[in-house]
């Protein structure tokens, strides 16, 4: 394996990437280590794939730097290649090779043995029939278990994953989160991108959040649920419904018939809730830890006072419809970032 | 090796000439058989039924479709073999090859995406051009000996055109054929390494096909024009010259195939430079 073992696995120096005059990423600065599962987080067209392209090697950049395992990814490309598993955000294979085919066809270009191959597709449930299907006849979520196994089947150091659990059912998706942890478990790197917030805040110890090519912040997930606040929610059982709350207005009480939820700064939980219950004639009480997805909102609107959303150049959707506010008022559906633009 | 079974010693070959087999063997046939005719009704024609034999010899444009720059009318056996490799019909078989498996080479895959997959591995760019270059070459390499076994076999069994033909003449042509195929190959394959659409490739290969064609028709029928001749390659490939005196021609030779190094020279310069996803 190259690298000499001691420094970032993978180490970004104010990666810059330009496609003529719009800006893919820019001045993008991050550091994972060894072992480390890491999260890529932004809306489409935030930059994320531009950044995995340039960790692999398929993108030069326009300025600033990249090392993975101490190497350049285009100029020591066949060094590197070995050591990476690759999984990319719109997976195109070959439509008239079968599954066997397209792996084995993957792994003469990987010039190394496969150890996992069978373990993996037997794990994914890829069976011997499905393999000998031609891959135009596969589903979705078959193509991307297939793209898992030849990121995975030659044991890499380094594992990138460009939306890795994109139409994998729930099953699958749990065996997928078993072979993240097995990767980490076995000291490997993993840096994935995602705008699936429940994923991220599940396999992920650190994340980049990147809006319009930059780099917002660098965080631990759990550093970035803390900072957020709480979900305080109270139903009132007098059937008055919707009712001043005095003090508590601060904290945008958002009302559905007898219960309201409220959004409480994590030092205020504890006098706010003795305070509601003094005053007010509450018949249940929750108190509910934020998920990644309200913290990533609060952040993205922090940032800019926008809803979230993310508009680089020329990347709209085709609907040119805005995808981050609707009906929720920006409050994600589904743990999904809004999906606002194409890819970049 | 079964044909399905992925080849570990060159899979981009593999895959390339895996995945346009039925057109190949399409195109091979097509050949074999356009060829068929053309030996067949070269050598039902007497002597003195050749249409040149009794009138004057045709314009001069024509030696164009005979493929001479010489004195080879296509009123004559080698002209008319000859004929059967300059055909519109000869040159789409060629041009149909080399654009598909040329976009194949580096543009299809950027245009689909499927680099993505091929160039994450341990594969150099050098390797991948080159592995297509060569998918290319032994594709042009099998239509042309397709080509020259047909009028050779003809030839053989046919005393009229054995008696007009030099010995070894169809397979110095077949040769030409070859070279001809190459001198595209190489500035196909050097679209191929820049663009990012098959479409580019494709039309490239057409555009260098035809337009070449034409340029050498329009040099031998028009006085004025003939100092272009030079800038087509058909100028160099002259398999009716060739079939009517034998000898090989070095010059058109050395040509056409620096022609087609300089385009792979710059297949390979672009190839390195460039981005390899949209």
Same mark, same amino acid.
């Given at each position: 394996m190259p690298g000499n073992g001691t420094g970032p696995v993978i180490e970004l120096t104010s990666l810059t990437k330009r496609y003529g005059s719009t800006v893919g990423i820019e001045g993008l600065d991050v550091s994972v280590a060894a072992g480390e599962v890491f999260g890529l987080l932004g809306p489409n067209g935030a930059g994320k794939t531009t950044t995995l392209r340039c960790l692999?090697?398929?993108?030069?950049?326009?300025?600033?730097?990249?090392?993975?395992?101490?190497?350049?990814?285009?100029?020591?490309?066949?060094?590197?290649?070995?050591?990476?598993?690759?999984?990319?955000?719109?997976?195109?294979?070959?439509?008239?090779?079968?599954?066997?085919?397209?792996?084995?066809?993957?792994?003469?270009?990987?010039g190394a043995p496969v150890p996992r191959q069978t373990e993996l597709c037997e794990r994914l449930k890829l069976s011997r029939t499905d393999l000998a299907r031609p891959v135009g006849e596969y589903s979705r979520g078959m193509k991307q278990k297939l793209g898992l196994v030849q990121s995975l089947q030659h044991r890499p150091a380094v594992v990138v994953l460009d939306e890795p659990s994109e139409?994998?059912? @729930?099953?699958?998706?749990?065996?997928?989160?078993?072979?993240?942890?097995?990767?980490?478990?076995?000291?490997?790197?993993?840096?994935?991108?995602?705008?699936?917030? @429940?994923e991220v805040q599940r396999t992920c110890g650190r994340v980049a959040i990147v809006r319009r090519g930059r780099l917002v912040t660098v965080r631990s997930v759990a550093e970035l649920r803390e900072a957020r606040a709480r979900k305080v929610r109270l139903l009132f059982a007098d059937g008055l419904g919707a009712r001043p709350l005095g003090a508590?207005?601060?904290?945008?009480?958002?009302?559905?018939?007898?219960?309201?939820?409220?959004?409480?700064?994590?030092?205020?939980?504890?006098?706010?809730?003795?305070?509601?219950?003094?005053?007010?004639?509450?018949?249940?009480?929750?108190?509910?830890e934020a998920g990644l997805d309200e913290a990533f909102l609060d952040l993205y609107r922090s940032e800019d006072g926008s809803d979230g959303s993310d508009h680089t150049d020329g990347s709209e959707h085709s609907d040119g419809s805005d995808h981050t506010g609707? @009906?929720?008022?920006?409050?994600?559906?589904?743990?999904?970032?809004?999906?606002?633009?194409?890819?970049s | 090796m079964n044909p399905g079974t992925v080849s570990r010693r060159l899979p981009l070959v593999w895959l390339a000439l895996h995945r346009r087999r039925r057109m190949l063997l399409s195109l091979l046939l097509g050949m074999v058989v356009f060829e068929t005719l053309i030996v067949v009704i070269a050598g039902t024609i007497q002597p003195g039924d050749l249409f040149g034999a009794a009138r004057g010899n045709p314009p001069s444009a024509f030696k164009a479709f005979s493929g001479s720059n010489g004195d080879i009318s296509i009123a004559s056996y080698p002209g008319l073999l000859g004929a059967g490799l300059t055909h519109p019909?000869?040159?789409?078989?060629?041009?149909?090859?080399?654009?598909?498996?040329?976009? !194949?080479?580096? !543009?299809?895959?950027?245009?689909?995406?499927?680099?993505?997959?091929?160039?994450?591995?341990?594969?150099?760019?050098?390797?991948?051009?080159?592995?297509?270059?060569?998918?290319?070459?032994?594709?042009?390499?099998?239509?042309?000996?397709? !080509?020259?076994?047909?009028?050779?076999?003809?030839?053989a069994?046919?005393?009229?055109?054995?008696?007009?033909?030099?010995?070894? !003449?169809?397979?110095?042509?077949?040769?030409?054929?070859?070279?001809?195929?190459?001198?595209?190959?190489?500035?196909?394959?050097?679209?191929?390494?820049l663009s990012r659409r098959r479409a580019?490739?494709?039309?490239?290969?057409?555009?260098?096909?035809?337009?070449?064609?034409?340029?050498?028709?329009?040099?031998?029928?028009?006085?004025?024009?003939?100092?272009?001749?030079?800038?087509?390659?058909?100028?160099?490939?002259?398999?009716?010259?060739?079939?009517?005196h034998g000898g090989v021609p070095w010059a058109a030779l050395g040509v056409l195939t620096g022609i087609g190094l300089l385009g792979l020279l710059a297949a390979f310069r672009l190839l390195e430079r460039r981005d390899l996803a949209i």
């Open positions: 692999v090697g398929l993108l030069s950049p326009s300025d600033g730097q990249v090392r993975v395992l101490g190497l350049d990814p285009v100029a020591d490309h066949r060094r590197l290649a070995p050591s990476i598993g690759y999984l990319p955000g719109e997976l195109r294979l070959y439509p008239e090779l079968t599954g066997r085919q397209t792996l084995d066809l993957l792994a003469a270009l990987q139409g994998l059912d @729930p099953l699958i998706q749990e065996t997928f989160y078993e072979l993240l942890a097995e990767e980490t478990a076995a000291g490997r790197t993993v840096l994935l991108s995602s705008h699936v917030l @429940p508590a207005e601060r904290w945008s009480p958002r009302w559905a018939g007898e219960r309201v939820e409220l959004l409480v700064p994590p030092d205020q939980v504890v006098p706010a809730v003795r305070g509601l219950l003094a005053e007010l004639p509450v018949a249940d009480l929750t108190v509910e609707g @009906p929720t008022g920006g409050r994600p559906t589904d743990g999904q970032l809004p999906k606002a633009e194409e890819k | 019909f000869w040159i789409a078989l060629q041009l149909t090859v080399i654009g598909s498996l040329g976009a !194949a080479a580096v !543009a299809a895959d950027v245009e689909s995406g499927t680099i993505e997959l091929l160039m994450t591995r341990p594969v150099s760019r050098r390797r991948l051009l080159a592995e297509r270059a060569g998918a290319m070459v032994a594709a042009s390499v099998l239509l042309n000996a397709a !080509a020259t076994l047909t009028i050779a076999l003809g030839v069994f046919s005393p009229k055109l054995r008696a007009a033909v030099p010995e070894g !003449a169809v397979f110095t042509a077949g040769l030409l054929g070859c070279a001809l195929a190459f001198s595209l190959t190489g500035p196909v394959l050097a679209v191929s390494a580019y490739v494709v039309g490239a290969a057409v555009v260098l096909g035809a337009v070449g064609f034409a340029l050498n028709f329009v040099a031998l029928a028009w006085s004025p024009a003939r100092p272009l001749r030079y800038l087509s390659p058909f100028h160099y490939y002259a398999p009716g010259d060739v079939l009517g």
